[in-house]
């Protein structure tokens, strides 16, 4: 009679099945992987020939050594062919580390758990490896760069490369301060000595100046100037081309104002700062 061969998978490891005239027979094809570590003894206890199960997915080694960085696993000798994220052996194999020399390059001032060393190889690019800041909230602070001296004077290149001769360099972090009234507020109209709107209203003022809010008539404005002694925050608004103040308390976060009369009566909006948890 005819016979019938399925693929089948169980718990990870992959069976050809047979049926024939009532009977079946499985088998659970294998490939042995050998690793060639190309020279280099890699730390730990890595298994140069590993027998796995065919069409499965194998998670390779990442493999890492004193003074050399690993790049990766190549299906060649001559290491022009990666294996890529995904391996799925097929048959026996061999694979090929590939390696650079390790660059390691200290960081100061980073943030909070980021590492404050690198481990690059031979021929990375830096930027695809410093850390990437925008603000800190935290300390109110914005990122300016990363500079090769302590005192801010040459910044790294993005697309600069690291050499063996590299080893040991600080990079340093540059941060200054925000401007006082940079942040995302939440607030509500007050029109009486008592009352106020049932619903809220927001404003967001980037690192710019630049205006966003709820409130038409300065959605869309630009901060002139702010003066930490009157707590004065001039404002020019979109259209018309007009300035107008309002008042900024930069402890607290407080706004009040942002009425054309510049005045705190009556009639005039309150606002609270968003403050990021530490």
Not at 44 to 52: A, E, I, K, L, P
Not at 146 to 167: G, I, K
Request: no cysteine; net charge negative; aromatic share 14%.
């Amino acid at each position: 009679g005819a016979s019938y061969t399925i693929d089948l998978y169980v718990n990870n490891v992959y069976y050809q099945v047979t049926l024939s005239e009532g009977t079946y027979t499985a088998t659970a094809p294998t490939a042995d992987v050998t690793l060639n570590f190309n020279g280099v003894t890699p730390d730990g206890d890595v298994q140069s020939v590993n027998t796995v199960s065919v069409n499965i997915e194998f998670t390779l080694p990442v493999l890492t050594n004193a003074t050399k960085e690993f790049k990766g696993w190549f299906y060649d000798e001559a290491l022009t062919q990666a294996v890529g994220d995904s391996f799925i052996p097929t048959d026996d194999v061999t694979l090929y580390a590939s390696w650079v020399n390790k660059v390691v390059i200290n960081l100061v001032g980073t943030l909070g758990d980021d590492a404050t060393v690198l481990y690059l190889g031979e021929g990375d690019a830096y930027g695809d490896y410093l850390p990437k800041y925008t603000t800190d909230e935290a300390t109110r602070r914005y990122f300016v760069g990363w500079y090769m001296d302590e005192t801010f004077t040459t910044l790294v290149p993005e697309d600069a490369v690291a050499y063996a001769s590299n080893t040991g360099t600080t990079f340093y972090a540059k941060w200054e301060e925000m401007p006082a009234y940079v942040g995302d507020y939440y607030g509500t109209e007050i029109w009486g000595e008592s009352s106020g709107n049932s619903y809220m209203e927001s404003i967001s003022i980037d690192m710019n100046g630049n205006i966003t809010s709820t409130v038409s008539d300065v959605n869309g404005a630009t901060v002139v100037s702010y003066d930490p002694e009157t707590q004065i925050v001039v404002y020019k608004n979109a259209n018309p081309s007009t300035t107008n103040k309002f008042y900024l308390d930069a402890e607290t976060g407080i706004i009040a104002g942002l009425y054309s009369e510049d005045e705190i009566g009556k009639d005039f909006y309150i606002f609270s700062r968003v403050h990021t948890a530490d």
